[in-house]
Every structure is written in structure tokens, then in C-alpha cells.
């Protein structure tokens, strides 16, 4: 019942991150959307951010405070519409709550991206928060101290 409670105080976009290795500088694991069902697997942090904002951009929440700029002679893109979460535990949740990394668990809320940066909380998977950041760099350095 602690882990639906959990669920229920936490973000629809919180993501559940699994470290499957890591060392003083870097790790690798999996990434796992509530939103979309997906999972991402990760070689290096470097990855870990760059998949993480394609899917933050694809989900729409939270939408970038700036657009980028996208310079080609092809077709234009389409806008990707936001996706609404209602709060109500889907099939994938169940699914994703029994994911667990190697080496550390937690779950990834981003709550905004403001000047072209994350900012949010990085929560262990039994509901106790590590800390909240303003930067894609301090949530590295929360990630990097669990080792």
C-alpha cells in the first residue's frame, strides 16, 4: 500500500531510473517512462540526458521554457502534442515498479526545464527524496554520489 501512496504523491512524468553499472565518473542502466511505456537503456550520463530531453520533448511535460531552433531544407515538423497524465495507475506502472538496477534505483521527476535546464527531484524507489536540483549537473552529482 506504501507504493501506491508513493505513486499517487509523485509527478505523472516521473521516470524510474535503473543504474545497472557505474563508477566514480559515469553509469549505465535503463530509463523507464510511465508516460509512453518505454524504456531507454543508457551506455553513459552523457546519453542518460540527451535521450532523456528527446523524451521529454516528445512527451510535451515539461515543455522547454525556449524552442529550438531547427535549421533544414526539408519538410517542416509537426509540434508533438502534451500527453495528459491522469494520475491513475496504468498496466506499464506495474510493470515498471518491479524494475530494479544492479547497482541504485530512484525515481526522476522533472517538474520544469527553465534556461535551457532541468529542474526537479530525484527520490529513492521506497518514496524517500535524495534531493531536488536545478541543473542537469547537480542531478549528475546526486546520481554519481550513491557510489
Same mark, same amino acid.
Given at each position: 500500500?506504501?507504493?501506491?501512496?508513493?505513486?499517487?504523491?509523485?509527478?505523472?512524468?516521473?521516470?524510474?531510473?535503473?543504474?545497472?553499472? !557505474?563508477?566514480?565518473?559515469?553509469?549505465?542502466?535503463?530509463?523507464?517512462?510511465?508516460?509512453?511505456?518505454?524504456?531507454?537503456?543508457?551506455?553513459?550520463?552523457?546519453?542518460?540526458?540527451?535521450?532523456?530531453?528527446?523524451?521529454?520533448?516528445?512527451? !510535451?511535460?515539461?515543455?522547454?521554457? #525556449?524552442?529550438?531552433?531547427?535549421?533544414?531544407?526539408?519538410?517542416?515538423?509537426?509540434?508533438?502534442?502534451?500527453?495528459?497524465?491522469?494520475? #491513475?495507475?496504468?498496466?506499464?506502472?506495474?510493470?515498471?515498479?518491479? *524494475? +530494479?538496477?544492479?547497482?541504485?534505483?530512484?525515481?526522476?521527476?522533472? #517538474?520544469?526545464?527553465?534556461?535551457?535546464?532541468?529542474? !526537479?527531484?530525484?527520490?529513492?524507489?521506497?518514496?524517500?527524496?535524495? !534531493?531536488?536540483?536545478?541543473?542537469?549537473? *547537480?542531478?549528475?552529482? +546526486?546520481?554519481?554520489?550513491?557510489?
Amino acid at each position: 500500500m506504501e507504493i501506491q501512496t508513493m505513486r499517487n504523491r509523485l509527478p505523472g512524468n516521473v521516470m524510474r531510473l535503473c543504474i545497472d553499472a !557505474g563508477h566514480a565518473y559515469d553509469v549505465s542502466g535503463r530509463l523507464y517512462s510511465r508516460t509512453t511505456g518505454t524504456c531507454l537503456r543508457f551506455a553513459s550520463m552523457a546519453e542518460l540526458l540527451l535521450k532523456t530531453d528527446a523524451l521529454l520533448d516528445e512527451i !510535451g511535460s515539461p515543455q522547454a521554457f #525556449q524552442r529550438k531552433r531547427i535549421f533544414s531544407t526539408g519538410k517542416p515538423k509537426e509540434m508533438t502534442g502534451i500527453r495528459i497524465t491522469t494520475g #491513475q495507475p496504468s498496466g506499464t506502472d506495474c510493470v515498471i515498479e518491479e *524494475q +530494479m538496477g544492479k547497482y541504485a534505483t530512484f525515481e526522476l521527476a522533472i #517538474q520544469s526545464r527553465m534556461h535551457a535546464s532541468w529542474q !526537479g527531484f530525484l527520490a529513492e524507489c521506497n518514496g524517500t527524496v535524495r !534531493g531536488s536540483f536545478e541543473s542537469e549537473l *547537480q542531478l549528475m552529482e +546526486m546520481i554519481l554520489d550513491s557510489f
